[in-house]
């Protein structure tokens, strides 16, 4: 049935000069963006009531003398459990200069989010980065992180690899051996060339039994960032890609490196969105990067679909066109 469009927005966001966004849906009925935000300081935020209309909030997590990271803070994720904020995220560590993933916890979703510990949440030997994490239906704690490819060497080229491990019931700590899950391998994926290639920026979620991990893969940097994903029975694989990937990439010379998302449902819950970033000059692109979010959904074969990326008038979320 078709509905009257009221309300519109368009890409890009308010949200600017950031990376990496990743917003959550608290149970205070409000929604929170933590990207990339604050270079070698920590993390800002942003909140909204309609996934629209942001308001910066500040710092939720800054840096200080007994941080164990201390520079590039990046790619943020909060999740909310039994009335605590966990955030999971990137730092450089101090202590052997390279990559990991640390967690923080605050009381609220606006912080302050204060560093579980003096070192990083795990290390496995190797730099990591992207954190993502999956509350199963059956309680089950998962987290997704790509091997970063600033230290994983395949023969004469580098490579990010994404790897999947057992989540505490804690939040804030590993159960065993990492899985390695996704490999760039899809022709889609090798457009970044130079001997270096990407699958990270990983974000799971279950439909019907099946688990779905998306990812993006080229160069941040180039027009070519771009998302796919894979499915699997398990929520630590084998998991096996889309053969039409990407469903999220540019489609026009002035959208430049869609990428680094997240899934998120619309105010009242009857449609999803993916939230993206995309680069602020598309003629140049690198890291300056800027909000957008488009509908996305499922058809009747399980398929991702996503209609995007867009700069056009679009009903805002919850303001459907048809029903």
């Not at 000059?281 to 996305?296: F, L, P, S, T």
């Amino acid at each position: 049935m078709d509905k009257t469009v009221t309300e519109v927005y368009r890409n890009p966001l308010a949200i600017q000069r950031i990376g990496d966004p990743f917003v959550l849906k608290a149970s205070d009925g409000k929604y929170y963006c933590y990207p990339t935000s604050a270079g070698d300081h920590g993390y800002k935020a942003w909140t909204s009531d309609d996934l629209v209309n942001w308001r910066e909030l500040g710092f939720v997590y800054e840096k200080n003398e007994k941080s164990w990271g201390y520079k590039q803070f990046w790619a943020p994720e909060v999740v909310e459990n039994n009335g605590r904020f966990y955030m999971y995220y990137t730092a450089r560590w101090t202590e052997k200069d390279s990559l990991r993933i640390g967690v923080a916890v605050a009381d609220k979703p606006f912080g302050p989010f204060i560093d579980v510990y003096d070192r990083p949440m795990f290390d496995f030997g190797y730099a990591a980065i992207d954190a993502n994490v999956l509350i199963d239906e059956d309680g089950g704690k998962y987290l997704y992180y790509s091997r970063d490819c600033s230290e994983n060497y395949i023969g004469e080229q580098r490579e990010s690899h994404i790897y999947g491990v057992r989540l505490a019931d804690d939040m804030i700590s590993v159960i065993g051996e990492p899985a390695l899950l996704l490999k760039p391998e899809q022709e889609w994926e090798l457009k970044s060339g130079l001997k270096v290639y990407w699958n990270e920026g990983a974000f799971a979620l279950k439909r019907n039994g099946i688990y779905y991990l998306m990812y993006s893969a080229n160069f941040y940097a180039s027009k070519h960032y771009s998302v796919g994903y894979a499915i699997s029975d398990h929520p630590l694989g084998p998991y096996r890609k889309y053969e039409h990937n990407p469903v999220l990439a540019s489609n026009r010379d002035d959208i430049s490196g869609p990428g680094h998302h997240c899934v998120i449902d619309s105010p009242d819950g009857s449609e999803l969105f993916i939230v993206y970033h995309t680069h602020t000059d598309a003629a140049i692109g690198g890291g300056n990067r800027q909000v957008c979010i488009d509908r996305m959904g499922f058809r009747e074969d399980g398929s991702i679909y996503v209609n995007g990326p867009t700069l056009t008038d679009q009903p805002v979320p919850s303001n459907r066109i048809v029903e």
